[in-house]
């Protein structure tokens, strides 16, 4: 069983640019969840995606988009970096059935962003 | 307002000594509790779950946690440290619907001395 990837695993961009991140969920899962964790912080959600549709939203302004692919891979983007944009971007994947237990939620290594 | 507190920033506790990591948590609906582990340079690693029954979890690396209702928390347990529990430590609480998000702790980094 695959576990969530995300790349790539370190990002250095300057103030302005746009940057994409990319996740791949783990096996049979089907929900994405991006999450942004600040130096010394808790993971904030930033948003989710489930059958390709945004799914639930975070306190993040709209420069902070997302996708997500048949395959239930997702990408999110970011554009006009400011410098508070500069963290670790978490992806979390999940598996909705249905269920009760469908907020179990499995994290990638993420991907550290630098914002000059 | 939906929160999670972790009211300890940094604690040290000898190798092979007792620890206990505090969560407390403020949530409106049915809360799902998560502990999870970060290593430095690393994601998330999920060490135990709580959604209903027994009220005393178990989880990997021989962690358990207890939730109480009453108290709103929802504290983490090892009765034996090891040197390779050094890592930052973040309660999550979360509702049972996809498109809800987990709410995090701050975070509480624990450093094993020997």
Redesign the interface.
Known sequence: ETG?T?SPTHLIKTRGQQVTLRCSSQSGHN?V?W?QQAL??????IF?Y?REEE??R?NFPPRFSGLQFPNYSSELNVNALELDDSALY?C?S?S?NGG???????????T?LTVL | AQS?TQPDIHITVSEGASLELRCNYSYGATP?L?W?VQSP??????LL?Y??GDTLVQGIKGFEAEFKRSQSSFNLRKPSVHWSDAAEY?C?V??????????????TTLSVSS
Not at chain 1, 40 to 45: H, I, L, R
Not at chain 1, 100 to 110: A, I, K, S, T, V
Not at chain 2, 41 to 46: H, R, S, V, Y
């Open positions: 969530v995300q929900t969840s999450y010394g912080q808790g993971p904030q959600f989710q489930y799914n639930g975070g978490l979390a999940s909705f009760l237990r469908d907020n179990e939620q499995f994290f990638g290594p993420g550290r | 999670v799902y998560f999870y340079g690393q994601g998330l690693q999920l779950k959604f209903s973040f999550a979360g509702g049972d619907q996809a498109g809800t998000a987990l709410i995090f702790g701050k975070g």
